[in-house]
């Protein structure tokens, strides 16, 4: 997971989240357009898919990923997550609610957040991957928690930014 202290939205937060609204809608604006740029009739596709109701997931594959697949609160090693401000496809509120979790199992020191100032999902820079990867190589060759000197604004990291609330 690239992407985490739950706190009351202040009102740079809820600027924020407005912005990631604005953001998430202008990018299905672009989808569609692109869409139709391309010949594809958005609409047509959407009734397709949605006339397929009728699939359901193997028991013993929704079972697998229930086990496997989800978040632990109680960390056992090191985690280093990575999460654009602006992700319309996973909502960095999101984050702040995982750490809520791992606060609470009183792992939160086995936990760094670094928040990157990009519109969209995973839409990191080679440069913020490699300064992950070496803080996490840092973090695990030392045993020392990454500072925020691995992880600089001048490669757009915002590490005081504050997540809003989880809305669900």
Known sequence: MLGLACRA???SNRKS??????????TARELLKNCWSRGVNADEL???MNVRTNIVAD????????????????LLRPVLTMHSIFDGQSFVSQ?????????????????????VNAVGH??????????????MNSGLDSGV????????????????????????
């Open 59 to 74: 028991l013993a594959a929704r079972n697998r990923a229930e086990q496997w697949g989800g978040y632990r609160e109680r």
């Open 46 to 48: 959407l009734a397709y």
């Open 95 to 115: 984050e702040g609610y995982f750490a809520a979790l791992v606060q609470a199992a009183g792992c939160s020191d086995q936990l760094v957040r670094a928040y």
């Open 122 to 135: 995973a839409s990191f820079s080679a440069d913020q991957y490699l300064a992950v990867l070496g803080a």
């Open 17 to 26: 989240r407005a912005d990631a609204g604005r953001c998430e809608r202008s």
């Open 9 to 11: 939205a202040s009102s």
């Open 145 to 168: 928690r990454p500072g925020p000197s691995l992880l600089p604004a001048s490669k757009g990291f915002d590490l005081a930014y504050v997540p809003p609330p989880w809305i669900f």
